[in-house]
């Protein structure tokens, strides 16, 4: 059996001003693990382009920065733990497109965050909006993360990104034990879903997500 070292990855995207929701729902929760667990918490610009470009790089750069700034303000310690932007870790997209080669249509198909998202114009929807889960359990297991401290509207994502961690581990499974790996490459990471505020409503319209 495969040991992996307990590692916790999360990020936010900067898609706008952060509100409620994303302090209560991530960063308060963020700022806490930091006392029990080694963390890498990123900003993830990848994520923030699947549903519509910015209106410039320069937008994309100064949300980001934001982002980051916020983390640090909300006190989380970049010192001890690891904040940094997904883009410059190219990484992430590299393995993102070996997991498409992984990953299955039928599971994507079956993500409900991409139907709500798209609507009824799927057809139009970008093919990143699509394979955004991908990217993010490439975020995940590149650094071999095995908890991430999601809100419920994120757990579906996560069996995704261990369903293909899994396939991966057993497609490949005689190349990584010759290569010393053990049984796994890749850890099954697991949800941390704590708190009151696993899903904050948003105030104008009751029904969808903050």
Avoid at 3 to 16: K, M
Avoid at 60 to 65: F, S
Avoid at 108 to 118: N, W
Avoid at 131 to 137: E, G, H, Q, S
């Amino acid at each position: 059996m495969t040991d992996f070292q307990p590692l916790v990855f999360s990020g936010v995207q900067p898609t706008g001003n952060l509100h409620l929701g994303n302090y209560l729902g991530a960063l308060k929760r963020f700022v806490e693990m930091q006392a029990t667990h080694r963390c890498i918490y990123c900003v993830v610009d990848l994520h923030a382009i699947t549903n519509a470009l910015p209106g410039s790089p320069e937008a994309l750069r100064a949300a980001t920065r934001e982002v980051a700034a916020a983390f640090i303000a909300c006190g989380i310690d970049p010192k001890a733990h690891i904040v940094f932007n997904q883009s410059q870790v190219s990484g992430h997209a590299e393995l993102a497109w070996v997991f498409n080669c992984v990953a299955r249509m039928g599971w994507l198909s079956r993500m409900t965050q991409f139907k709500d998202k798209a609507g009824k114009d799927r057809e139009n929807a970008s093919v990143g909006l699509f394979d955004y889960p991908a990217l993010m359990a490439a975020d995940i297991l590149v650094y071999r993360a095995t908890h991430v401290p999601v809100g419920d509207d994120q757990k579906q994502h996560l069996e995704l990104a261990r369903d293909i961690a899994q396939k991966f581990n057993l497609d490949f499974a005689k190349a990584i034990a010759a290569n010393g790996h053990g049984e796994a490459y890749f850890p099954l990471p697991e949800p941390l879903i704590q708190g009151p505020a696993t899903r904050v409503m948003s105030q104008r319209e009751g029904t969808k997500k903050m």
